[in-house]
């Protein structure tokens, strides 16, 4: 992977396709919402870029194929494959991340656009090779159906009475980076922009949102339904395209005509309220970017059940329901403007322009991130956005230290270091920064991965900001989007399209001509390089030189995700003096320097002493060192590196630093280093801070929860009442009688969050018992009684959650007075406990009748029960968490029952409950809450890796295995998320609770002995689990248990699945030619056109001719490739090295067959008609029950073995015959382990009936590989 | 109050009755002989007494004089002369008298208030005030708490007590959950249900009502309505703009349906119907 970019600059993801395409047309003619079904066509106009164009390769999944016919007039023959169906293809021993991250990567290039390749290679018939020529464009026509897809497009069908506009029923489409190719075939490069028309046909009183502009809307002439017409002159790439239908209530943005909202019936109030800024934001944008908006429209759509808050798409975003929120409500706001902010922003930078590689993906996701985090600093305050960096750094650096540094931009190594510097050029860093998952591809990457990547680039951008100036930054931007916009303008021809993409170099291209610098090193050293840097400052004052010692030292540069830094440093002293800054030049991991103080003033004379702002400020100095005149030190402090540091300074200092520095960064650093010490002072600086009306509000809050800290380290010589029980009746107690809490006034928001935040402190409180002291739970009960909020103008309903989570936060661990093993009853529990459920019963309750805004109260009494379980005051019981994890309860609550139940899960759980977990996170019809749950199954696993537990079964293993290897091809993002899963709990090695087979050890053995393919059946049985011969067998296991569960997937059941017999994982061809309705007929060009090859063949000759001058494979040498896969090429595929596709002497070749059979092997059986393809125009619409008779069969399909499929000849009766057996086996291989051998001889004797035909087909594959090793040794 | 009073009168009777027999000469008398002479006594005494009054009132006088007495006396046959002897016999037995022992505590019972003294120019002479209750106004109820804390005290547990009440009810009629693995009447939790679609419970709370005044009146402008590359850059115009904006929202509210019509927005443009032509698919 490495190689194409290293070994020629030029080479980018959109000039990787033998064609451009020019603009592509979807019609969506029968979306069913009722069915989930969709049926369309698409056209794409492409126009090659050389004459000897042959195949095109398409993006498409789940789709259900019909025809490809070229500029209407000839049929294409068409093969389709998703090596994400079977990712380790056959090799089923592994069982370890190692091995699956390597397949794992190359499933991904096999079908990644931006690599020429995809799920669909279209083959142009001979008869219509005339039509191609360079740069003469050629129309591409998809006839296409799917049916309850199972990811890329989400249906929303509540199921209550009601017809289904009324119910609120609708339907979008979303997906993880680019995945548009879940609804429809296209590019699905974010490389490939081209223009768009659009036709959707949706009920009458549906609506339907998508990209462009609305051109018009007619009936059909049944007058039954509608047809909206949109038209997308701006050139977009098709992960841009988004598609949106439901019973919409609309709203025209009342300052801006051109922008338009959607919501769900009986949400306009809310939308009216949430909306009301959204002007605002493209007015900043347009004034900072000096860049009118680039598209004539905006559509925002709110849906529910959405996978993300946010998906912008071009110039449509669609926004969860749940971002709606009334006037009433305080903490939302803050959340949807941000979010709105950042769908406008993204409709500048990755929609308008997109990305050239998607290793440019951090430019879009950064530059737009900065611009709303521009916007939020406008909107919100400096403070808050200081803040939000400094939240933003640490957690990359978190993340960095956690898995290993993230280089934003891994398609080219840094240049390396010159040799002008003093020392010595460091070796250059391993590329791969030792992720478990590949960071090549965007959709092998952890979810968690892309989001800290955001995160970090957002950060870079910011820095760049730092080196260049903000002005000179925003002029970048707006130079790339004026050639964009010009761009537009043009036609395809022009060439200028590619204006439209950014990349790392074309970025630091136009830095240079805007600004004349050339950041060439800082992108080397931030964008392609990894990890952040780790500064220790110490100090030392001497007193005789008048100087402060600094020492900063890079000790952990070794460590993980952290590298060293060099270059300047800045280092600022507040002295009695003033603020002094100073650069410094570090260089080794241990950096001197003397600094000389300026403040020779008298001490006592009692000056103000100026601060960084200018302000001049009287200061308490008694607590200070005598002669010194240091109040306090600052190491980078505008956050201008990735960087975490640790500085070395006296508590004083950190309490001056605290009260009188004004920068809100450095008074969070102070309040987290004042939790270590415990003393008087730090108490009263904490205090003073959360009582100073001048200090942010954040960090007041956090203080308030450092002085919770402070207070319980104290907690023997602590005099006086609770902390902060004082400040709180200042604050908040009514007039006359202070211990009465006022009616509720949120109108001082400050205050408000305040008022939220001290209860929670003090419920952390500890007497010297370890508990809660009872006048905290008396403070806290009484808060709950006499809250009032009639007279609010806001709702109280954060408030209230607060203080339940503040109840649950008082509970501590039970000192159990009755003897163990008695059941814990309502009778039983301590008296605080009774007012503690009390409370939480009642509040808990009362939501059923009268439901706060988002349930947060629910929400937090979920909370607080499950931790009064934790604790033992209650019996620990998943039944009621279940009940509320249950789909129809609104998310919010989902996922609060879903983190109690993963809690329980890892205290008490039994296997009944992680399955149940398990299939949610398989099955839950909301996209968004199977990949939280997983997430919290990540955060919070159910059993640490390597302790014995008794979840740690086998069982798990498969279960996971299975779902990463083949169940989520239709949604990476959830199977990147149970790899993560995956190595919680298991690491990136073979899971220990498998049983370390010797056997597996025989199994080598024997490989290696037998070289003939006979080996393969005697082979068979040893394995205990999975025998190795059955390639895909793999996912037996997991058939048997949750076949049922598989019925909703994609229409492509009869999958044709062929894998060469050798294990090599990595060579892969499935074949899909449609199912079996859809007759393809293959077999006759494919005997007529010498160049038609199996699947395999023909993607490996593809990517050869890529490279002329490397091999000189060409069509006619098809016929060396009669064995079906060639181990080495996939090689040569991926990485575009000259790797010669020389066949590994070990490698037995079968007899040469002619083309023909083989052909007629790939497509004999399965490429049955479709409807509607002979003879028919096209699809003709769904019948009831059209596809389920294919349903079953495609169950069948799917599970169908690689092996049978390689051996294709047989008849089709037979596989499935054979197939059935296997399944047999497998149950009886769990169960029975001694039925084995009769296994065995059964499948012997199978296999000996099949022999013949198989040593003509497949021998060779078959063969033992040697060159096993080789391949796997590969390494990107 | 009629047995008493008449104990208390009959008392002296009984004495009385019971000196004569003793002067008569007995030392003992049953009890139902004593009883009964006393009630023949009494039926005398009130029979003269009736009598004697209505003599009185038959010769036009309020009060009876000792002629009405002797009338009465007579018209019952009674002989006038031994009177005087009787009363003038010696040996008289003296009967002592009654003790006035309760009535002074019934006067406090019905005081009430403090009785106002005559001022200087009233005779002590004339009746004294009533109660005071009696002319001026007495609350008839206690007066109301104003003390903030109890009313914050009341408020918030009467808000609870409903509260609990309302959520008890519910939870008895309804299906609950159990907090612990028995069945639980001490903290019962309702059982949730699903409903769908779950969002809009959720967005359109009901705990509590809020009434907002418009707090922001969209004002409308529709100047800068149409397509995006007709607007104009913002930054130039704001100031006038804001002043249209004042102008404008006075219009708005008024003739809202005009105002709609002047949006150009697809999405508000009617339905074409169908063309001859069939769109292509």
């Not at chain 1, 521009?374 to 650096?397: D, H, M, P, S």
């Not at chain 1, 399909?1197 to 086996?1225: C, N, Q």
């Amino acid at each position: 992977m490495q190689g194409p970019y290293r070994m020629k600059k030029e080479k980018t993801a959109d000039k990787s396709r033998p064609f451009k395409l020019a603009h592509q047309i979807v019609s969506l003619t029968g979306i069913n919402i009722q069915r989930q079904s969709i049926i369309g066509f698409v056209e794409l106009t492409i126009v090659p870029l050389r004459d000897t164009l042959r195949n095109i390769k398409l993006n498409a999944k789940q789709c259900r194929i019909y025809r490809v016919i070229i500029n209407d007039a000839f049929e294409a023959p068409f093969q389709y494959f998703d090596p994400f169906l079977d990712i380790c293809q056959g090799d089923t021993k592994q069982r370890s991340l190692d091995a699956f991250s390597t397949a794992h990567l190359a499933a991904a290039l096999q079908t990644d656009p931006d690599n020429n390749a995809g799920e669909l290679v279209i083959s142009i018939p001979p008869e219509a090779s005339h039509l191609v020529g360079e740069g003469r464009a050629l129309r591409l026509g998809i006839e296409f159906s799917s049916e309850q897809p199972q990811g890329g497009v989400h249906f929303v069908i509540p199921n209550c009475e009601g017809t289904l506009s009324e119910r609120g029923a609708h339907m979008f489409t979303y997906g993880h980076e680019n995945s548009s190719r879940l609804w429809f075939p296209c590019v699905d490069s974010f490389a490939e922009p081209c223009t768009w028309r659009l036709e959707f046909t949706v009920d009458e009183n549906m609506t339907a949102v998508s990209c462009g502009d609305l051109i018009e809307v007619g009936y059909t002439p049944d007058m039954r339904r509608k047809t909206y017409h949109y038209l997308l002159n701006t050139p977009t790439s098709a992960p841009n395209i988004a598609l949106a239908v439901g019973p919409f209530e609309i709203f025209v943005d009342p300052y801006m005509h051109e922008v338009t909202l959607f919501c769900l019936p009986q949400l306009m109030p809310l939308l009216k309220v949430s909306a009301r800024y959204m002007h605002e934001a493209f007015e900043f944008y347009e004034e900072t970017l000096a860049n009118r908006y680039p598209y004539s429209c905006y559509k925002q759509v709110f849906v529910d059940e959405a996978d993300q808050d946010i998906s912008a798409y071009a110039t449509m975003s669609i926004v969860s329901t749940n971002l709606l929120h009334s006037m009433a409500i305080i903490d939302q706001t803050y959340v949807t403007r941000k979010a709105m902010a950042q769908a406008i922003a993204e409709q500048f930078f990755g929609c308008f322009i997109s990305m050239q590689n998607w290793s440019d993906t951090w430019l879009p996701k950064g530059i737009s991130t900065y611009l709303s985090s521009l916007y939020a600093k406008k909107c919100f305050g400096n403070n808050e956005y200081r803040e939000w960096i400094q939240t933003e750094l640490q957690e990359v650096v978190r993340y960095e230290e956690q898995f290993g540094g993230i280089v934003l931009d891994p398609s080219q190594a840094p240049a390396p270091v010159p040799s002008s510097t003093a020392s010595p050029a460091a070796p250059p860093r391993p590329p791969d920064p030792g992720f478990y998952f590949p960071v090549r591809n965007l959709h092998t990457m952890s979810p968690k991965y892309l989001e800290v990547l955001r995160k970090k680039a957002h950060l870079v951008m910011r820095m760049l900001e730092h080196r260049i100036g903000q002005e000179l930054l925003l002029q970048v931007f707006n130079k790339q989007l004026s050639l964009a916009s010009n761009a537009v303008q043009e036609k395809i021809g022009s060439g200028l399209w590619s204006h439209m993409l950014i990349s790392t170099n074309v970025f630091a291209k136009a830095i240079f001509t805007v600004t004349g610098k050339d950041m060439a090193v800082f992108i080397d050293q931030w964008v392609r390089t990894g990890g952040h840097a780790k500064f220790h400052l110490s100090f030392v004052f001497n007193r005789k030189r008048y100087t402060v010692e600094l020492e900063i030292r890079q000790d952990a540069t070794q460590q993980r995700g952290i590298r060293k830094y060099v270059g300047p440093l800045l280092v600022t002293i507040q002295e009695l003096d003033g603020t002094f800054s100073h650069t410094l030049q570090v260089e080794g991991t241990v950096a001197k320097a003397d600094i000389t103080c300026h403040s020779k003033s008298r001490r006592n004379k009692k000056k103000k002493i100026p601060l960084c702002t200018g302000e001049e400020v009287d200061m308490d100095l008694s607590a200070m060192d005598a002669d010194s005149p240091v109040l306090w030190l600052r190491l980078d402090p505008d956050m201008t590196l990735l960087r975490s540091t640790f500085i070395e300074q006296p508590d004083y200092q950190w309490q001056y630093q605290l009260r009188h520095e004004r920068d809100v960064t450095a008074q969070m650093e102070a309040i987290s280093a004042l939790e270590r010490y415990p003393t008087p002072a730090s108490r009263l600086a904490l205090t003073d801070t959360i009582e100073n009306e001048q200090a942010y509000y954040k960090v007041r809050c956090r203080a308030a929860h450092c002085l919770t800290k402070v207070a319980n380290a104290m907690v023997a010589n602590w005099a006086g009442p609770p902390a902060m029980l004082a400040i709180f009746r200042k604050l908040f107690g009514s007039f006359s009688c202070p211990h009465i809490v006022r009616q509720n006034n949120f109108t001082n928001l400050q205050h408000y969050f305040l008022q939220k935040t001290i209860p929670v402190a003090m419920a952390g409180l500890r007497n010297t018992h370890g508990i809660c002291p009872p006048e905290v739970i008396r403070f806290l009960l009484d808060l709950f009684k006499y809250n009032d909020n009639s007279k609010n103008r806001y709702s109280d309903n954060y408030y209230r959650a607060s203080l339940v989570e503040a109840l649950g936060a008082t509970v501590t661990p039970v000192i159990s007075v009755v003897q163990q093993g008695t059941a814990i009853t309502a009778e039983s529990v301590s008296s605080d406990t009774k007012l503690v459920l009390e409370e939480i019963t009642r509040c808990l309750n009362l939501e059923k009748l009268l439901p706060c805004y988002k349930f947060t109260v629910s929400v937090a009494c979920l909370k607080a029960i499950r931790k009064l379980q934790k604790f033992g005051h209650l019996p620990s019981n998943p039944s009621l968490f279940r009940s509320y994890a249950e789909y129809g309860q609104f998310i919010d609550v989902r996922l609060a029952a879903l983190e109690a139940l993963v809690d329980f899960t890892k205290v008490d759980g039994r296997w009944p409950d992680m399955e149940f977990l398990l299939d949610l996170a398989e099955n839950d019809p909301e996209p968004s809450v199977r990949h939280q749950l997983i997430r919290m199954l990540v955060e919070n696993p159910p059993f640490e890796r390597s302790h014995k537990h008794r979840l740690d079964k086998e069982e798990l293993v498969e279960r996971l295995w299975n779902l990463i290897n083949c169940m989520l091809s239709h949604d990476s993002r959830l199977r990147c998320n149970f790899v993560d899963l995956y190595y919680v709990l298991y690491g990136t090695r073979r899971p220990l609770c498998l049983p370390i087979p010797e056997l597996a050890a025989i199994l080598n053995i024997k490989h290696e002995r037998h070289a003939s393919p006979m080996q393969d059946k005697e082979v068979k049985p040893v394995l205990p689990l999975i025998p190795f011969v059955s390639a895909s067998s793999d996912t037996e296991p997991a058939h048997v248990t949750s076949g049922a569960k598989r019925k909703v997937g994609s229409p492509l059941r009869e999958t044709e699945v062929l894998t060469d017999d050798n294990h090599l994982g990595l060579v892969t061809v499935e074949i899909v030619a449609g199912d079996e309705g859809s007759k393809i007929n293959v077999k006759e060009p494919s005997l007529n056109g010498g160049n038609l090859a199996p699947a395999s063949k023909v993607r490996v000759l593809e990517s050869l001719k890529e490279e002329p001058g490397n091999l000189s494979v060409t069509a006619a040498a098809t016929p060396i490739t009669a064995n079906p896969v060639l181990p080495t090429v996939v090689p040569v595929t991926l990485a575009g090295n000259p790797v010669p596709p020389i066949l590994p002497p070990g490698m037995n070749l079968g007899p040469p067959h002619p083309e023909g059979q083989v052909k007629s092997e790939y497509f004999s059986d399965n490429s049955q008609s479709l409807p509607g393809i002979l003879g028919m125009p096209g699809p003709v619409g769904f019948e009831p029950g059209m596809f389920r008779a294919k349903e079953s069969d495609g169950e069948s399909g799917h599970s169908k073995h690689h092996r049978t499929d390689s051996m294709s000849k047989l008849k089709k009766k037979k596989k499935d015959k054979k197939k059935h057996k296997h399944k047999h086996k497998h149950r009886r291989d769990h169960k029975h382990g001694k039925e084995k051998d009769k296994d065995k001889d059964k499948d012997k004797r199978d296999l000996s009936k099949l022999k013949i035909k198989e040593e003509t087909l497949s021998s060779g594959s078959s063969s033992p590989s040697p060159s096993a090793s080789v391949s796997h040794e590969f390494s990107f | 109050m009629d047995g008493l009073s008449s104990n208390l009168r009959r008392r002296p009777l009984q004495v009385a009755v019971a000196g004569l027999l003793f002067e008569v000469g007995f030392d003992n008398a049953e009890k139902m002989a004593h009883e009964t002479l006393i009630e023949m006594t009494q039926s005398i005494i009130c029979q003269v007494g009736l009598s004697a009054r209505s003599y009185c009132e038959l010769s036009g006088r309020t009060e009876p004089v000792i002629g009405d007495v002797i009338i009465a006396l007579v018209n019952m046959g009674l002989p006038l002369d031994s009177i005087e002897t009787h009363a003038k016999r010696s040996g008289r037995t003296v009967l002592p008298a009654p003790v006035p022992s309760t009535q002074p505590k019934q006067l406090s019972i019905l005081q009430a208030g403090v009785k106002q003294s005559h001022p200087s120019h009233i005779p002590i002479h004339l009746p004294q005030f009533p109660d005071p209750h009696a002319y001026i106004r007495t609350p008839t109820h206690k007066q109301p708490v104003t003390e903030y804390e109890a009313i914050r005290e009341k408020s918030a547990s009467q808000k609870r007590d409903t509260e609990r009440a309302l959520t008890r009810f519910v939870a008895k009629t309804s299906d609950t959950h159990s907090l612990f693995l028995t069945e639980d009447t001490i903290f019962p939790l309702v059982a949730c249900k699903p409903h769908m679609p779950p969002y809009l419970k959720a967005l359109l709370p009901s705990d509590q009502v809020f009434e907002f005044e418009d707090e922001f009146s969209i004002p409308s402008c529709p100047t800068r309505g149409g397509p995006g590359p007709s607007r104009k850059a913002r930054s130039d115009a704001e100031g006038e703009d804001d002043e249209n904006l004042e102008e404008l929202k006075e219009n708005t509210e008024e003739g809202k349906g005009g105002e709609t019509d002047s949006i150009d927005n697809p999405y508000l443009r009617p339905v074409k119907q169908p063309r001859k032509k069939k769109p292509k698919t």
